[in-house]
Every structure is written in structure tokens, then in C-alpha cells.
């Protein structure tokens, strides 16, 4: 009883943080089944917008001795009303039952393989102002026996603590979005100005075209059209900017060779740094092996923090760039990317993740911070900068190696096809 | 004979620079010089006096406004017309157009054209400054 309460106690201290929520409802699911001594437990999370449930985490009993493992990525997803999580879900109540097979009003999948026999089963809806979050369900009572009265009330305790977390967590994301779109609202005359400078460089190509036409010159028509081509590259680079920053989005993680990744991209970045006399160089950890991030999304930021070091290293002698990989600990990979260019005034630097703010003119957006920012959150990792004015500037991306094989919990409110929010 | 004018455009946005460029061609024989920036602006028109000065506002570091300012205010460039041109007309939150930079700044530009540019708006102005103000 003693682990419950200390872990009751280090719940609550724990319920402002919301970065680790995955694995506070993984422990609270196994608290729960541990504590009214059940086989198994499962924390369904709902999905408002294909009203369906679906499995988070899923804990079960591994022997004799009271020991509980965690399976992850169980996808199995059941419309409200299917069975008996469907069935709580549905009707917003608890549920304790014996023999649920025999029990008609939790019909089940005929097709579903259940390598386990459910000889008992304890179900409470989480619900928080009226609004179904998920249900958390224990199955098989020890010792064949029937949950009591007790138990329900353990378990409804636990539930109301995994409501608690699962609200102030999807509040919190709101709230982001919320800020986020309220940014982007304030700072539409700043992308206007981008958009028409485009515009009109765009226009200007078109004008350049037609007097090389009209005096027959091949060579100024074919300066037009450059500028029309390079305007209309800056034109896709902008929108796709403000598009991926304005959406949430979920990482796609895949295991990735970081260290070729970062190759990959000095060898793209190589003839702008050769042709301002910057150079780009690579340190990388031997052993840093694979990592499990989204690949486009972290090439994106890194990108972006090296051009901006490019920029920041021109009318230099001897200006460098260096891109370092290292592990932190076995928890974290670190990725710095520094320069000994002109650095960032304290003025300018607390600006530099506003949107649209840019010191570049007309060569940056003035989102490559805020997006790389965005998609280094979504990672759930940090991203710090310290600079000094004509010493240089470091980026420094910590991203947790941990996340491998998580169910994002951000993907319970459905999250955008992959499709439409591709990286250019 | 009259020499050939000088005019200088100051964009940081090479292209803008090429369309104002393209523009003036179709209007006359002008000699045109550009500059990337207000410190260099600054510096070139010491050196060239040229007889118009094209400026955007909207630059890093040191806006359009500010190299007007600086340029109104020394006595071997007050005289130099000036013809501003810019993405948003927009200052401090509000719209900003000519007459509010006389109130705000005691001096106007000879004209004021918002981007994206009418190439005849700017051949008309570029015109009617070298009718109007004496060379």
C-alpha cells in the first residue's frame, strides 16, 4: 500500500509537468492494476474525431510475484459502444462484472484473438466537465476472484487523476495553438510585406521578360525568367513555412543515421559556404549509433541553423561552422550547431523566435527559428542559444533518445495526413 | 549637351534593384548605380551626387526612413530628390504616406510608390522630378 501512496503523492507533484505525460499514465495504469491486484490493465484514450477508443499503453502481469511490464504500440482501435470499454465509454459508467462473455450487453468481435480468457473485468470512464477522455480498465481479478467494492473505488481514484492529467495536458495544447494562431494573426503585415516583396520581384521578372521580347534580346529574357524562377521558389519556401508553422504536426520518427544526415546536408549547404569563404565542418560522436527522430524534420532544423551560421559567418576571415553530434547521456543526443560569425545582440535576441522577425532582409522569412523551435518541441526536446557579439552564436538541440516506439500521446486528437504537411 | 543623369536605387533585394533597373531603361539614358543597404547608401552618395536617389524602406538594419532622415539633414544631400518606395506603407502600426512623413519628419520625399511596383507610376515620377526639380 505503501508504493501507492508514494506514488499518489509523487503523481501530484508531477501533474504540472506535461512533457512526460506518456509515462505517468503508463505508471499510473500499473499502479492501478497492481493495487487491486488484477492481470492486466489498459488505458483507452478517445478520439473525438473518428469517435473511436484506442489502446495507449497496456500493462500486464508478467508471473507469480506481482511484477507488471508495459506493452506499447497496441493500436487495437473500437467504436463507442463496441464491447465492454465501448460499453463505459458509451454510457458513461463504471463497470464490474464476472464472466463478461456471458454478459450480452458487451458483445464482442467474433474475429478477435484473445490469447487470454476475461474471467472479470473493472471499467471506469474518464471524464472531466462532461467530456469523455478515455476509459481505464482492469481485466482478470487474481485468484479468479470478482473485484470488490473496494477495488472500484481504488480504481476510480486512479481514473480521476489520469482525467486530471489527460485534460490539463490537452488544455495546455490548446492554449499553444491558440498562442500559436494568435502570433500568427498579429503578424500577418509582416508576412504581407514578404509576400508583396515577392510579389513584386515576381513582377518585376514578368516586366524584364516582356522588354527583352519587345527588343528582341534573348540575354534579358532570360535574366527575367531567372527572377521569376528564384521568386517563385522563395514564394513556395515561404508558404510551406507558414503552413508547417501554423499546423500542429506529429513527428514521423523513424530510426536514422544522424551522423550521415548531417553529411548529407553540409554536402547541400557546401557551394553557398564555398562561395562566402565559410566554412562547414562535422563532429560527430563515433558512437552514436541510430536515432529514433523524425529525419525531415530535424534535416529542416538543422538547415536552418546552419544557413542562418552561414549568414552570420559572410564579410568574415576565417569563418567557420560547426555542426556536432555528441550523447548527453543515454537519454539524450545533442546537436549544436555553432559559428564564429558576427553574433546576436541581447536586443535582437530575444526577438529571434518571434515570427517574421528577421535581421536577414530580404534573405530570410523570418520563420526558420520559430519552425525549427516548433518541430524541436513537438520532439519534446530543447532547443538554447548563446551567442556574444563578434565572438559567434551556438544553437544547442537536446532531443530525448527515449522517445523510440512512443504512441505520441499528441496524435489523440487526430493529427494531419502526412500527405498535405510534407516537408519541401 | 546635357550630361547623362545619375540615379541611384537602394534595395536590399537584388531583384527589386533589376526591375527598377529594367524600368528606367524604358524611360531614358540614365547611368544607374545601386547600393544593398543604408550605411552604403550613406557613403556612395558622397562619393556620386547622384541626381535622384530610389529608396525602399523596409531594410535590415537601417530602414529607409532612417537614410532619408540622414540624408535630409546633411547639407550636400538635402537637395537630392527622393523617391521612396515600399511593401507596406506602414510605421509604428498605422499607414504612412507622404504627407505623414512631412509631419512626422519635416520633409517629403518627391514621391511615395507602394510594392508591388507600377512600372508607370515610377517611369511618370521618375519623369516628372526631372521636370520639376532643378538639376
Known sequence: MNSLLDFLFSLNTNLARRTDIDELLADLTCQAVRAIRAETGILSLYDKITDELYYHRKCVSTGESGEYGMQEGVFSRSKRGEGIIGWCAEHRTSVNVTNPDDDNRFRRDPDREDETHIHSVLAVPLIFREELHGVLVAQNKRNQDAFSKDDEKLIGTLAAHATLLISNYRLAEEQLNRDRLTDLGQSIINSAHGLKNILNNMDGGTYIVETGVSRKNMDTVYDGWDIIKRNSHRLRELVLDMLLYSRPRTPEYQETDITQLCSDLIELVSEKARSQQVEVVLEADPDIGTVYIDPKGIHRCILNLTSNAIHACQQKNGGQVKIQLSKKDDESLEIRVSDNGKGISKDNLEHIFDVFFTTKGSKGTGLGLPVTRKIISEHHGTLEVTSEIGAGTTFTITLPRATTGVVSFSTVSGSPSPAEDSFP | ?135
Open chain 2, 1 to 135: 549637351m546635357e550630361s547623362k543623369k545619375t540615379i541611384l536605387v537602394v534595395d536590399d533585394e537584388p531583384d527589386a534593384i533589376k526591375f527598377v533597373e529594367a524600368v528606367l531603361s524604358n524611360v531614358g539614358d540614365y547611368t544607374v548605380i545601386s547600393s544593398s543597404d543604408g550605411p552604403d547608401c550613406l557613403q556612395r552618395v558622397q562619393e556620386e551626387t547622384p541626381d535622384l536617389i530610389i529608396l525602399d524602406i523596409m531594410m535590415p538594419e537601417m530602414d529607409g526612413f532612417k537614410v532619408f532622415y540622414e540624408l535630409r539633414n546633411k547639407a550636400s544631400t538635402k537637395d537630392i530628390p527622393i523617391i521612396m518606395l515600399t511593401g507596406v506603407a506602414d510605421k509604428v502600426g498605422i499607414r504612412f504616406f507622404k504627407k505623414d512623413m512631412k509631419d512626422y519628419m519635416g520633409s517629403e520625399p518627391a514621391e511615395y510608390i507602394e510594392k508591388p511596383l507600377d512600372p508607370a507610376k515610377l517611369q511618370d515620377a521618375v519623369q516628372w522630378v526631372f521636370e520639376t526639380y532643378p538639376v
